[in-house]
C-alpha cells in the first residue's frame, strides 16, 4: 500500500488547514487505496476566531490542532523521512502560508519551516510526488522555485501569482476543478478554495490532484 504523507498546518482555514480541503484529500487518498500519514510541525500558531475571522491574541499548537483533522493520528513532520513515504500532499488553508511557511507576510522573500522544508527537498531529491493545494503551493515555491523553477497553480488571483513568480516558480492559471500537473519535477497543484465557489467544485480539483499524484509514483 502506497504510502502518502499529509502536511497539514493546524485546523480552521484562517489560522491553520483549510477543513473541507484536508478531509477531501484524506479522502481521496482512501478511495485511492492508498494510506494517508498525517505530519505537522511542532510550533506555535496565532490563533483567529473562526466566527469573528478576528486575531484574538491568545496561541496554540499546530501539531495539537492538526490532530484535530487526523483524529489523533498523527506524527510531528520532524520525524517523517523521504525513504518511508511514496508521495506528499499539502493541503490548504492560511496556515499554509502562515505556519508551513512565511509567503502570507512576506512573500516570495519568504522562508519555509525548517522541518517542513527538508521534507519537501528530501522528496523532491528522491524523485517524489508533491502534491499541494490552494495556497500550499507558495510553501513548495519557496522550498523548490530557486532550484527547480517548478510550474504550479494558486489559480489566477494576480498579486498571488506575482508572488509565486517572484520565487523562480511559474503560476499556471487554472480552474478550481482542474489541476496542473508538472511532470519534468514531479509536482501536482490544484486552486480548490482559491478559486472554488462550493466544497463539490474544490473536491473536484482535488480528486483529480490526488490521482494525478498517485499516477506519478514510481
Same mark, same amino acid.
Given at each position: 500500500?502506497?504510502?502518502?504523507?499529509?502536511?497539514?498546518?493546524?485546523?480552521?482555514?484562517?489560522?491553520?488547514?483549510?477543513?473541507?480541503?484536508?478531509?477531501?484529500?484524506?479522502? !481521496?487518498?482512501?478511495?485511492?487505496?492508498?494510506? $494517508?500519514? =498525517?505530519? @505537522? &510541525?511542532?510550533?506555535?500558531?496565532?490563533?483567529?476566531?473562526?466566527?469573528?475571522?478576528?486575531?484574538?491574541?491568545a496561541k496554540r499548537n499546530v501539531l495539537v490542532e492538526a490532530a484535530r483533522i487526523a483524529r489523533g493520528d498523527?506524527?510531528?513532520?520532524?520525524?517523517?523521512?523521504?525513504?518511508?513515504?511514496?508521495?506528499?500532499?499539502?493541503?490548504?488553508?492560511?496556515?499554509?502560508?502562515?505556519?508551513?511557511?512565511?509567503?502570507?507576510?512576506?512573500?516570495?522573500?519568504?522562508?519555509?519551516?525548517?522541518?517542513?522544508?527538508?521534507?519537501?527537498?528530501?522528496? !523532491?531529491?528522491?524523485?517524489?510526488?508533491?502534491? $499541494?493545494? =490552494?495556497? @500550499? &503551493?507558495?510553501?513548495v515555491a519557496l522550498a523548490l522555485g530557486k532550484e527547480l523553477a517548478p510550474k504550479l497553480t494558486i489559480g489566477n488571483d494576480p498579486g498571488t501569482a506575482q508572488g509565486i513568480n517572484g520565487t523562480g516558480s511559474s503560476n499556471v492559471e487554472c480552474p478550481a476543478t482542474e489541476c496542473v500537473i508538472d511532470r519534468d519535477n514531479l509536482i501536482v497543484s490544484t486552486p480548490a478554495y482559491m478559486l472554488a465557489g462550493s466544497i463539490a467544485e474544490a473536491g473536484k480539483g482535488i480528486e483529480k490532484a490526488i490521482k494525478a499524484t498517485l499516477e506519478l509514483i514510481k
Open positions: 500500500m502506497k504510502k502518502i504523507g499529509v502536511v497539514l498546518s493546524g485546523c480552521g482555514v484562517r489560522d491553520g488547514s483549510e477543513i473541507h480541503e484536508a478531509v477531501l484529500t484524506l479522502l !481521496a487518498i482512501d478511495n485511492s487505496g492508498a494510506k $494517508a500519514v =498525517c505530519l @505537522a &510541525p511542532d510550533i506555535e500558531l496565532d490563533e483567529v476566531n473562526h466566527l469573528t475571522m478576528q486575531d484574538t491574541g498523527i506524527a510531528d513532520v520532524k520525524t517523517a523521512k523521504a525513504e518511508e513515504l511514496d508521495a506528499i500532499v499539502l493541503p490548504g488553508g492560511f496556515g499554509a502560508a502562515k505556519n508551513l511557511c512565511s509567503f502570507g507576510f512576506e512573500g516570495p522573500k519568504g522562508s519555509v519551516q525548517p522541518d517542513v522544508l527538508k521534507l519537501i527537498r528530501d522528496m !523532491a531529491a528522491a524523485k517524489k510526488p508533491i502534491c $499541494a493545494i =490552494c495556497i @500550499a &503551493p507558495a510553501v
